[in-house]
């Protein structure tokens, strides 16, 4: 059964920077792509960041680009998101995916539960 923990998330000061791991089971963890979505209060989902199987390809939404960066540890069966410069804006319920391929973000299939970020002063 496939499972994905998320840890990291909490309350930043506007500027300031956390950094979100996902912790991956039940499946072959270097055999998929990976990706960070997100859900800020009352607005849909927003795909985040996405990094294939073998670190080749990252994608990155406008929103963030420059400031966040996506990473794994295929040794560590986890994944992880930098997010440096943090606005108000950030502040949202992040998931980790599991895509559907190595190379591929088209399919997301499994979820985690998700972590909070809050960032305010």
């Known amino acids: 059964q496939v499972q994905l923990v998320e840890s990291g998330g909490g309350l930043a000061q506007p500027g300031g920077s956390l950094r979100l791991s996902c912790a991956a089971s039940?499946?072959?963890?270097?055999?998929?792509?990976m990706s960070w979505v997100r859900q800020a209060p009352g607005k849909g989902l927003e795909w985040v960041s996405g990094?294939?199987?073998?670190?080749?390809?990252?994608y990155y939404a406008d929103s963030v680009k420059g400031r966040f960066t996506i990473s794994r540890d295929n040794a560590k069966n986890t994944v992880y998101l930098q997010m440096n410069s943090l606005k108000p804006e950030d502040t949202a319920l992040y998931y980790c995916?599991?895509?559907?391929?190595?190379?591929?973000?088209?399919?997301?299939?499994?979820w985690g539960q998700g972590t909070q970020v809050t960032v305010s002063s």
């Open positions: 039940g499946f072959t963890f270097s055999s998929y792509a």
């Open positions: 995916v599991q895509n559907g391929g190595a190379s591929d973000y088209d399919d997301f299939r499994s």
């Open positions: 990094i294939y199987s073998d670190g080749s390809d990252t």
